[in-house]
Antibody, heavy 117, light 107 residues
């Protein structure tokens, strides 16, 4: 059974940093691209980043490029999202997702990030 | 970026109704389209990928069709468990985008 478990969310001040983690199990982790998708309160879904299985390729939308960094440790079956220069617009539930072909086959339960002073 | 527009934004229906949701892309995305179901407080769940391929374990009352710029999600006979918000997603490139969502409510 595929399981994705996010951690690391919480309250952070504007301009601050945070690192999210997502521990994966139930599949051969290194064979799959992984992504982060976020959802602001009461809003729709927004893709945040993707990393390919080897970790050699990473992709971001303009809204987070230069501020967020996705990485993975295939020995630990874990993907990370390092977030810097956080603003109120970054407040959201952050989901990690397995991305076998660009779509999101499995999702974690989500981790809430709140940016507020 | 490719923009995805869903219609309607809200849909009221009865159990047993046939329901259709439309998703339009601002440019051709071939068949690189997925549909998700999301219930309040829960993560989205994949229903359909590559426009018409049913994800394993998803009931056969869900179906998807379309290619290019126009796509539909159809629920053949709405069940109580189907009241939720539905999102389309294009993945023509790594820069993927979602529609704004369609909330299916009880009439």
């Amino acid at each position: 059974e595929v399981q994705l478990l996010e951690s690391g969310g919480g309250l952070v001040q504007p301009g601050g940093s945070l690192r999210l983690s997502c521990a994966a199990s139930g599949f051969t982790f290194s064979n799959y691209a992984m992504s982060w998708v976020r959802q602001a309160p009461g809003k729709g879904l927004e893709w945040v980043s993707t990393i390919i299985g080897t970790g050699d390729g990473t992709y971001y939308p303009d809204s987070v490029k230069g501020r967020f960094t996705i990485s993975r440790d295939n020995s630990k079956n874990t993907v990370y999202l390092h977030m810097n220069s956080l603003g109120a617009d970054d407040t959201a539930v952050y989901y990690c997702a397995q991305a076998p072909g660009g779509y999101y086959a499995y999702w974690g339960q989500g981790s809430l990030v709140t940016v507020s002073s | 970026d490719i923009q995805m527009t869903q219609s309607p934004s809200t849909l009221s229906a009865l159990v047993g109704d046939r329901v259709t949701i439309t998703c339009r892309a601002s440019q051709s995305i071939s068949s690189w389209l997925a549909w998700y179901q999301q219930k309040p407080g829960k993560a989205p769940k994949l229903l359909i990928y590559k426009a018409s391929s049913l994800q394993s374990g998803v009931p056969s009352r869900f179906s998807g069709s379309g290619s290019g710029t126009e796509f539909t999600l159809t629920i053949s006979s709405l069940q109580p468990d189907d009241f939720a918000t539905y999102y389309c997603q294009q993945y023509n490139s790594y820069s993927n985008t979602f529609g704004q969502g369609t909330k299916v409510e009880i009439k």
